[in-house]
């Protein structure tokens, strides 16, 4: 005999099994796939409008209209709140189920209508027998058909690239790349490093990735050193385009009745590269080394390190002092014993491709003025002196620093193996050929005609080739084929 | 060679482009002008007329894309000038080879006319036509196969969305604009097709963009507003490619996800610049801006 309780809790568990049993079914569908990629399409927009890593404060003070909204859904950084992070999961949950129910749709029995409609039929002069021996032959031997069901009055043939494992498999790669973008939200941290030439350092991160730091609470530092073993950039020498900003102007100028004019500036020099030669040192010997440069970064350990820039120093004597004054390119500089603040360029040191194709080797030169004039700059070649506001000012000397910044993510192998199989797959799917057909011989009345249903996928599939191709076999098999009116 | 030279060389080859983008901007005008007079008209003369412009603007365009790919040695889509004018180019061009399946049916021209006079016309009056040397970012083959693929689905979205609008706008009478209703469907399903074809290039260009992204920046994505409406348009199309198979939305619900990601295409390609500097969004896609 079952208690009042036993049976609230046989109900209570029945709902739950139904309310499941419901969500894995909406869950299951290509309508819910079609309403959770919107709702992820417009909470996407939402996070272009709101600019992300915003202060909320500074949001306020600048008399943001929608402080309610943006405190109430976490709107500055919303890819990281609450909200956003439920529409994804609903939608990985999505993609995951209608990934595991096409797996299992790949080994199921395939079912195919009692009957199709003919989209193209042939009256033949053969008897049916012969009519579907002759056909089943140029279907399988001279077109590559495979049978895959003969159960019915129709017998169904396929041909071409495999679609319904490749729609699985670009899905399947789906989800590997989603589980990279968890690895990278849950372990991935980044942080900057600035190397002098000749001086080793140690990495020691000062951010770790989220499971990190609830285990460990900080990233441990490296057994190794980096060594900036020498820093390089490359030039070329580019003119200047004197193009006016009035559209009249610019109208003129396509017509014709003025010339555009290129002319060569001050400082013509326009940096092409940076090179930073690097060394990982452990103990006394090297283990890796590269000349790393932007999209060539170095990886080792599980870090990659990539050049994201460089700081130049220099080194200015003014009037005999013996103290140099130390000035950062550019940046202005207050020279002592003048009002002037001096505005300098970026030192310009290395190699440059001339605009006539020659290739020099630069004497160090920095531009200088005067941060409140508009006149055109000076320049300052190192062991030259200018004169500012009576004060005469050296260039004696610079250093150069590579900005290193490096990155520990385990999620990027993960998602560069799911996008490969992604694309891959999807452009096989969506590009390649699949045909089915089903073919029939009917015999009524002692006039023989033979059926076809032809259906494809795949932009490169035609299946008016592969009838025409059918007819053409069937004529030369000597069944004198003649196509009936097309009865779609 | 002497400086002087070089420079009033270099000038030269600059104003001889400028007068022939004029010239073809002004070519698409009069190719927007005569689709209107053929829609208004219903003539078939306008018609084939503005599809001949067409054809007058889009070889010359090529061929000065061409010119500026040997002038600047390097691939032309390096500044928001160039990529306006391939933009242009691509979607015409892509017009053109589409629509010999459908000769005699003029209507998506016109959308696609616009855009290439939009386009070039805002390279010509807003954007510095200079030749800049390739900023190290840029210096990757990831850049050309990224930009290429991107810019060659832009151009198959333009196409579907033209036939999509024409098939919205002039279903029940296409046969007045040279289209029998037996082709209708076959019409209409091309712009499926474009969409089917456009996606995994889509797809490619937002990978190799974030593959790209790991090697200069180190981190294959930073949420920036350009990656953000490009994820946006790919979502966009995905519910659309989806509908296609839901019976109760393959119909006009799926003809307006078309339409929408479209939109979503243009906000991802200029639309964002001019948001980025409404909300002042910093970007790191600065040399498209």
Known sequence: ?488 | MSYDVILSRDSFLLSVELRIFWAIALIYGASLLLHLVHIASRGALAGRAAYLLLWAAAVPHAGLILLRTFEAGRAPFQTLYESLSWFACSAVLTWLFVSRKWKGFFLPGALVSALALGASLYALLSRSPAIEPLSPPLQSWWFESHVILAFFSYAVFIVSASIEISWLAFRKRSDLYGLPEEQLKGFHDTAHRLILFGFPLLTFGIFSGAAWANEAWGRYWSWDPKETWSLITWTVFAVYLHSKTVPALKGTPASVFNILGFICMLMTFLGVNWLAKLLGIPSLHIYSV
């Open chain 1, 1 to 488: 005999m079952k208690t009042r309780t036993d049976i609230k809790n046989i109900e209570w568990l029945s709902s739950l099994r139904k309310a499941l049993a419901w969500s894995y079914r909406k869950l299951s569908s290509i309508e819910t796939s079609v309403w959770l990629l919107s709702l992820l399409a417009i909470s996407f927009m939402v996070g272009t409008i709101f600019p992300q890593g915003g202060d909320f404060d500074e949001y306020v003070k600048e008399g943001g209209r929608f402080v309610l909204l943006v405190e109430a859904f976490d709107l500055l950084a919303f890819f990281s709140s609450p909200l956003f992070l439920a529409i994804a999961l609903l939608f990985v949950l999505n993609l995951v189920i209608c990934t595991c129910e096409r797996y299992k749709a790949l080994f199921a029995k395939r079912r195919f209508p009692e009957s199709f409609a003919p989209t193209k039929s042939f009256l033949v002069t053969q008897d049916a027998i012969r009519a579907h021996d002759e056909t089943r032959r140029i279907l399988n031997d001279s077109l590559g058909f495979r049978l895959v069901d003969k159960d019915s009055a129709w017998i169904v043939m396929e041909k071409g690239l495999p679609y319904r494992w490749l729609t699985w498999a670009y899905h399947a790669g789906l989800v590997v790349c989603l589980i990279g973008v968890l690895f990278t939200f849950l372990f991935a941290f980044e942080d900057t490093i600035t190397l002098k030439t000749g001086s080793p350092q140690t990495v020691i991160p000062t951010t770790t990735g989220r499971v990190q730091y609830i285990w460990q609470n900080g990233s441990p530092q490296t057994d190794y050193h980096l060594l900036l073993d020498s820093f390089t950039t490359e030039y070329e020498e580019s003119h200047e385009l004197d193009y006016p900003d009035d559209r009249k102007a610019r109208l003129a100028m396509g017509l014709g009745w003025k010339m555009p004019e290129h002319k060569m500036s001050v400082d013509p020099l326009f940096a092409t590269d940076w090179k930073a030669k690097l060394k990982i040192i452990g103990g006394s010997s090297t283990l890796a080394e590269k000349e790393i440069e932007i999209n060539e970064p170095l990886k080792y350990g599980g870090y990659t390190f990539y050049l994201m820039g460089f700081e130049q120093r220099l080194k200015l004597r003014v009037n005999d002092s013996f103290m140099p004054l130390d000035a950062k390119a550019d940046d202005d500089v207050i020279i002592p014993g003048s009002m002037i603040a001096l505005s300098l360029g970026t030192l310009r040191t290395g190699k440059a491709k001339r605009l006539d194709g020659t290739i020099d080797e630069l004497t160090p030169y920095v531009t200088v003025k005067d941060s409140a004039s508009k006149d055109e700059p000076a320049i300052l070649k190192l062991n030259d002196s200018i004169i500012v506001d009576g004060n005469i000012v050296t260039l004696i000397g610079f250093t150069e620093q590579a900005i290193l910044s490096y990155r520990y993510d385990p999620g990027v192998t993960i998602l560069w193996i799911g996008g490969i199989i992604a694309l891959v797959a999807l452009f096989l799917r969506l590009y390649g050929s699949y045909y089915l057909l089903a073919y029939k011989v009917d015999d009524a009345d002692a006039i023989v005609t033979v059926n076809f249903n032809i259906t494809s996928k795949g932009l490169l599939a035609s299946p008016e080739h592969i009838e025409n191709r059918i007819e053409e076999l069937l004529t030369a098999g000597d069944l004198k084929p003649l196509a009936l009116p097309e009865q779609t």
